[in-house]
């Protein structure tokens, strides 16, 4: 079972967005020369915190919102511009809503079956999904009468059934448990696989987007700052902003000349040349960094215990800088102890502000 | 500390507990007998003449009047919410001008009894009236369209009701997901599609909702119609009774009345049976639409109903009280009046939020079919009109009862019977908030269950007491019928004083009470009003 067969689909992207802005009625720009580009087959992430512009980016790619400028291409057709619009209705992206949308006055074989002709539809294809996704038995219930769980199978299936080009979801598993959640993405990544859907997800969980995604990108402030593969955007991030908010990552400044970058805690190795004496900011990794006995020019401000390690917040006594640290759940620090930092692993990348 | 206690003694409490609950039962049965008594006689009567009532009610005469009745409902309800739809999305959904107070006010209209907003009306709008003057003045103006009648009536009373479907619709406007238009569009609808498919079927069940309380408010309603001098079911049951010698077809016509209703609360039943899946619970992200520069346009529009339903008539009676004292119109008549409207309202409200105690505790108790019926039963006041409840009692008392008969006891049995539901309701709401764990606490600590229901379950819903017995007391301060059928002969309220001054149309004599009425019942009734609707819209 395949939702689509593109003979082009190596040559253009599935979704092509270039250069787009897009303000509410003339004021700021929620979203400005924001590119983007998603492949046939492929799961894309867009990151981005609160205020980022999230939801604005979900609004214009599925056509309920004209964008300023740019234009936005689906299978190498143009959807958006400047001068063009295609409404949402007439678009073949299937979108899933934070909260499900699911019509609480149908059923939910109604909800499934709502965008789709009564006589004419792809029955097989309605069947498959109807038994892969192992909603058979929930045809016959209300919205009210559904767990998170199943509500948001219900919201796939509805979308899917229509055979869209792209899959579209904003924040789809914010409303469901930790534990749900994380099954429930296993089961949805299979399942997408499976039947071979390009996804676009859009949200605020950087563990979610890396987990799931071949590509993610990072949106701050209307605008896609890093666009990369999961490895490359969590290890070697090129903006400040993106290293707090993935992986915890400490931003220290210092001062390099050629590889060597000489900062409060110690020196670390750049992996590119700087003829002249430069001032920068780098990312360090929290499990770069260790604690001592030895030393006490730190204090343990905070400890959270993460699966299989601790994270500390320490705090620099003089300047009030503070680091994160991350160790293994077998030392014994204790907050406002005071401790001294060891640097274990020296290479580090330099990043944008 | 039971437990420590002999056991004899345990069982001679137990035995007491028992005598106890056993009357709290015994008066709720006795209470419930009252509750259904309207209907139990009409239905005992009928059973003998049943060929009758078929007979008496496909004649010409019924016909009419139950298309008149039928007719009136029927544009009330249209006209109620052409008024609230528009009016209820503009004050939610979009930056209107003073829409977050605008919101509120709009419910203004509930604050005037239907008698007084008659009255007010015929001068401004019936021949001579204020808008006839006006035209006179510029043109001439021998003809001039009645007021009175089906045009009249529709115009008071869509004034009146459409506040029960504005309240209802704007908290759903309020409550709206929004997320269901967009997912609609996304999945291929076209705007229209979408409206068809998902706003109209998500709106439906609260336009029906308030259009059947409308329904029920225009079948029950005496005093416009009498002042306007339309004929429906209140008006011949009234008229038979008083106008003819044999009371001929008040029964027919009152059960003929009472099937009306049955079919109103089928209907209401089946709406909300359908309606039980809809959740649209979402307060959160009001996005409010923009109307650009239309909104000064649009603002002045939205402020027509607030004005013809109360600014306008509160004017007409400030203008008579002006008239009146400078004619020395003898409004000292009032204080008697007041002080009797005062006095039977305080001891109905208080005996009908005393006698709640025992249904609520038998319905809590949850005895199968038992506390089923006696819930079901306490209701049926809020599907009766009053004129039927009052007319039933009448009957009942001259056949069986005849030494209560136009006493203050049958008078507050017929409040009883019609406004119970309203007491009620807020006292059983605040009842189910109560932790069930706190009764079983008590019971630990030795109480007995007389003790913990009144220590517990009583005083923690005092709140719930409060809310009930007020309402209630204002109620009674501006019911007509039930007041004009059962009082004592001579015992004169606020509520008759104006009925009669107006049936003979001294109207500028009905000013002061009317101001009394609106002070004392109406404003309160607003207040009632405007709160509910702000708790139902999340402020």
């Known amino acids: ?353 | 500390m039971s437990v420590l206690l002999p056991n004899s003694i345990i069982l001679k409490k137990i035995r007491k507990l028992d005598i106890g609950l056993g009357f709290i039962y015994i008066s709720s049965l006795i209470l419930s007998f009252f509750l259904i008594l309207p209907l139990l006689y009409l239905l005992f009567k009928i059973t003998f003449e049943f060929n009758l009532f078929f007979d008496f009610i496909f004649n010409t005469t019924i016909l009419k009047l139950s298309l008149n009745t039928v007719s009136l409902i029927i544009l009330v309800v249209t006209f109620s919410i052409l008024i609230s739809l528009p009016l209820a999305f503009l004050n939610v959904r979009t930056n209107l001008p003073f829409s977050k107070y605008l919101t509120s006010i709009s419910v203004l209209p509930i604050a005037l009894p239907s008698y007084v907003m008659a009255t007010t009306q015929i001068e401004i709008w019936s021949k001579n009236g204020w808008v006839h003057n006006f035209f006179k003045m510029f043109f001439d103006m021998n003809s001039f369209p009645s007021f009175y009648g089906l045009p009249g009536s529709v115009f008071v009373l869509s004034l009146i009701t459409y506040p029960y479907v504005y309240i209802g619709l704007s908290a759903m406007f309020r409550r709206f997901d929004y997320q269901m238009i967009d997912a609609s569009r996304t999945l291929g609808d076209s705007p229209f599609a979408t409206a068809r498919k998902v706003v109209f079927p998500l709106v439906k069940p609260t336009v029906i909702a308030g259009s059947l309380l409308v329904s029920l408010y225009v079948l029950s309603d005496f005093g416009a119609v009498s002042l306007l001098r339309y004929n429906t079911f209140t008006i011949a049951i009234f008229n038979r009774m008083y106008n003819s010698i044999s009371n001929y077809g008040v029964l027919e016509i009152s059960l003929l009345a009472v099937l009306f209703c049955f079919i109103i609360l089928t209907i209401e039943t089946k709406t909300k049976n359908e309606a039980r899946h809809f959740s649209n619970s979402n307060l959160s992200d009001l996005k409010k639409i923009d109307l650009g520069a239309w909104k000064w346009v649009i603002f002045p529009i939205s402020l027509i109903p607030l004005i013809f339903g109360f600014i306008l008539p509160v004017s007409v009676l400030i203008y008579w009280l002006i008239i009146g004292f400078g004619e020395n119109m003898g409004f000292i008549d009032v204080i008697q009046p007041t002080l009797n409207t005062l006095f039977i309202s305080s001891v109905s409200a208080v005996f009908i939020t005393i006698v709640c105690i025992p249904l609520l505790i038998t319905i809590r108790k949850n005895i199968k079919i038992f506390s089923f019926l006696i819930d079901k039963v306490s209701y049926i006041g809020l599907s009766l009109p009053g004129v039927i409840v009052s007319m039933s009692l009448v009957f009942f008392c001259i056949n069986y009862f005849d030494y209560i008969y136009q006493t203050f006891i049958v008078l507050v049995l017929g409040y009883f019977i019609s406004f119970l539901p309203a007491a009620l309701g807020p006292i059983k709401s605040s009842m189910t908030q109560i932790d069930p764990k706190l009764e079983d606490a008590s019971f630990t600590l030795g109480a007995s269950k007389i003790k913990t229901y009144y220590n517990v379950i009583v005083k923690l819903s005092s709140p719930g007491f409060i809310y009930g017995g007020v309402l209630v007391f204002i109620l009674c301060l501006k019911e007509l019928p039930v007041t004009l059928i059962l009082s004592p002969i001579g015992f004169q309220t606020l509520a008759t004083e104006i009925w009669s001054s107006a049936s003979e149309a001294f109207f500028v004599k009905t000013a002061l009470a009317s101001i009394i009425l609106v002070v004392i019942a109406g404003i309160p009734s607003y207040i009632f009003m405007s709160n509910d609707l702000s708790k139902r819209l999340g402020n």
Not at chain 1, 226 to 234: L, N
Not at chain 1, 293 to 311: A, H
Not at chain 1, 340 to 346: A, R, V, W, Y
Request: proline residues 2%; negative net charge; aromatic residues 10%.
């Open chain 1, 1 to 353: 079972m395949k939702i689509q067969d593109n003979e082009n689909s190596a040559l253009i992207p599935k979704l092509e967005i270039v250069n787009m802005h897009f303000s509410y009625n003339g004021a700021r720009d929620v979203l400005s020369n924001l590119s983007l580009s998603v492949q046939d087959k492929q799961f894309v992430s867009v990151i981005g915190d609160s205020g980022a512009g999230k939801t604005t980016l979900f609004r214009t790619i599925n056509g309920l919102e004209k964008i300023n400028q740019g234009y936005i291409r689906l299978d190498g057709f143009l959807q958006s511009a400047s001068f063009f619009h295609i409404p949402a209705e007439k678009r073949s992206i299937g979108t899933i809503f934070q909260d499900y949308a699911l019509f609480p006055h149908l059923n939910v074989e109604k909800n499934i079956k709502y965008a789709l002709q009564s006589s004419n539809f792809d029955k097989k294809f309605y069947e498959d999904i109807i038994s892969l996704l192992e909603v058979g038995d929930l045809l016959d219930r209300y919205i009210d009468e559904l767990s998170g769980g199943q509500k948001q199978r219900i919201a796939l299936a509805r979308s899917l059934v229509r055979k869209p080009k792209l899959l579209l979801m904003d924040e789809p598993f914010s409303n469901l448990d930790r534990n749900l959640r994380v099954q429930i993405r296993r089961e949805l990544k299979k399942i997408l696989t499976e039947i071979g859907s390009t996804v676009l997800l859009i949200t605020h969980d950087s563990e979610e987007a890396l987990s799931l995604s071949d590509k993610v990108g990072f949106l701050y402030a209307g605008e896609i700052i890093q666009f990369s593969t999961p490895q490359q955007i969590y290890n070697a991030p090129d903006h400040s902003v993106i290293a707090r908010s993935i992986s915890n990552s400490n931003v220290i400044f210092g001062e390099v000349y050629e590889k060597n970058v000489s900062t409060f805690i110690g020196k670390f190795l750049l992996n590119e040349n700087f003829d002249e004496t430069s001032k920068i900011y780098i990312n360090v990794k929290p499990n770069q960094l260790s604690l001592s006995f030895d030393e006490s020019n730190f204090v343990i401000k905070d400890k959270e215990f993460l699966e299989g390690s601790q994270l500390f917040v320490v705090k620099e006594i003089d300047s009030g800088i503070e680091l994160n640290v991350k160790m293994s759940n077998s030392e014994e620090f204790q907050i406002g102890q005071n401790v001294g930092i060891n640097i274990i692993k020296k290479e580090a990348n330099k990043l944008l502000e």
